[in-house]
Every structure is written in C-alpha cells, then in structure tokens.
C-alpha cells in the first residue's frame, strides 16, 4: 500500500502500529520515550479520533485518545 497523499513529515505521532509492531525491539519507545525512527504520520484527526499510518509497513489504522470527550462541567 502506498503512503496516503497526507501524510507529511511534519505531522507525527509517536504511537505503537498495531500492523508491525516495529517498536517492541526499541528501549526508547519501550520507555515511553520519543523515538527518532518509530514515529506514524498523523494523517489528520475527528475530534479525539487520530488517522495515522506507519511509514514503515504503511498500515492505516484509528487511534482514540479520548483527549477532550466528554465535554467540560462548569464549577457549581
């Protein structure tokens, strides 16, 4: 599969690809640590719904942060 024409390499995140898994062998990405080669592209976002793909293998995938849903409760 061929990269998505929005991927850019300016737009990344750094989180595991459930296609691969091309980061278990990693001591930075195994210590929660950004890593200089296992990083996704952030194709764009829903909300809190993440669309990335690895560059590596080129798997799509969703992810939810769940960052902002819910909404926000006024103090009382």
């Not at 952030?42 to 829903?46: D, E, K, M, R």
């Given at each position: 599969?061929?990269?998505d024409p929005h991927a850019d390499?300016?737009?990344r995140a750094w989180?595991?690809?459930p296609g691969c898994q091309d980061h278990l062998d990693c001591d930075d990405c195994l210590g929660g640590r950004n890593c200089g080669e296992h990083w996704r592209y952030?194709?764009?976002?829903?909300g809190?719904?993440?669309h990335l793909q690895c560059?590596?293998?080129t798997h799509l995938w969703n992810?939810?942060?769940g960052f902002g849903s819910?909404?926000?409760t006024t103090p009382g």
């Open positions: 599969m061929p990269l390499f300016g737009r989180l595991p690809c952030l194709i764009g976002n829903t809190s719904l993440l560059p590596a293998c992810h939810e942060t819910g909404g926000r």
